[in-house]
């Protein structure tokens, strides 16, 4: 693997930077002020679609999607740095490049697997950012780690398809722009195991779509995200045509879904250390405590120390998965798509976790952005499958080679 990016790549890390110090830096404080300000809690600010403008005059726009004449046609390699310089404002910078999450990951899903019908009617407005989306897999009465479990059924009636369950942390659903749902559901519980399971998509205004409540995150509406719905579906009939894929695809599509998702997820992650980091270095270095700065004391010093270490690990660890999977695919970096989701977010959790403690109580208030940022690495330890269920899958990987060979 080169280490060095190409000047593409080069080219749009220098325009980012430039955009993210002269707006996106600039925005922050009004972002808080119009969300304080706000009706509802995952209303978005007039000052994002100030942003986006301003990202799409400068070509900063869908630059997530490689195959698609209107994606940034970026490898997983090309993108991963940029991804990081997005982490450092996650509130914010992700959506003014129309690159937030779930948006990115349902466009890829239509653009791979949708039907010229639908990727006309709703992959088109998303990747022109007019729309918003929502995806819904996770069901609160199952354990949902283990997707086998999930319940909701997607029954065949003549040409139509009927719904109905209840999903949660249904991603995106509360905001306002949302407009279209992709469910996993049950198509045919007599199938082999992986192949019960289909995607489908659902209008959110369809008869039948309930959205009960908003969830929060550590007490945030999670508004990057568009925040987490739980939503009933009683008796929702969508057009057959509304299948993604075909019947028993369900599972091959979450899995194309969420390979190039971890790394976007990972590398933010790594932004979100190296903002939490360099707000530690100036507060350690400004910070008076019996006599000297803090930046002076031997566990400060250590906590920077070890956090430089773990943040350049959990890159290279990254890059390494993003060119993985551009040379032998998905699959082929299978390994290390589900280690970066282990490794990542416990590293941002830590660098983070130190920032804080080294703000005092400062640190825990509105008044930076740590506290937000923790509650988000600690929710990727969750988001797209628990650390758990990842660690159970890779060991297996691991012990199967001893395994076939009797050793």
Known sequence: MDFAFDARTEELREQLLAFMNEHIYPAEPVFAEQ??????????????????????????????????????????????????????????????????????????????????????????????????????????????????????????????????????????????????????????????????????????????????????????????????????????????????????????????????GRVHHCMRMVGMAERALELMCRRATHRIAFGKPIAEQGVVQDWIAESRVRIEAARLLVLKTAWLMDTVGNKGAHTEIQAIKIATPRMAQWVIDRAIQAHGAAGITQDFPLAQLWSGARTLRFADGPDEVHKRSLAHRELRRYRATGQ
């Open 35 to 260: 969300v304080e300000a706000a009706p509802c809690s995952w209303a978005r600010p007039q000052v994002i679609e100030e942003l986006k403008t301003e990202a799409r005059k400068r070509g900063l726009w869908n630059l997530f999607l490689p195959h698609h004449p209107q994606g940034g046609g970026l490898t997983n390699l090309q993108y991963a740095p940029l991804a990081e310089i997005t982490g450092h404002s996650p509130a914010l910078a992700p959506e003014a490049l129309n690159c937030a999450a779930p948006d990115t990951g349902n466009m890829e899903l239509l653009a791979a697997f949708g039907t010229a019908q639908q990727q006309e009617r709703w992959l088109e407005p998303l990747l022109d950012g007019r729309i918003r989306s929502a995806f819904c897999m996770t069901e609160p009465d199952v354990a949902s780690s283990d997707a086998n479990n999930i319940a909701t059924r997607v029954e065949r009636h003549g040409d139509t398809y009927v719904i109905n369950g209840t999903k949660w942390w249904s991603t995106g659903a509360m905001n306002p722009g949302c407009e279209i749902l992709i469910l996993m559901g049950k198509t045919d519980p007599s199938a082999e195991r992986h192949r019960q399971q289909s995607m489908i998509l659902i209008p959110r205004d369809t008869q039948g779509v309930n959205v009960r409540r908003g969830t929060t995150v550590f007490g945030y509406p999670d508004g990057p995200h568009g925040g987490h719905a739980e939503i009933e579906f009683r008796d929702v009939r969508v057009p057959a045509a509304n299948l993604l894929g075909g019947e028993g695809d369900g599972f091959a599509i979450a899995q194309a879904r969420l390979g190039p």
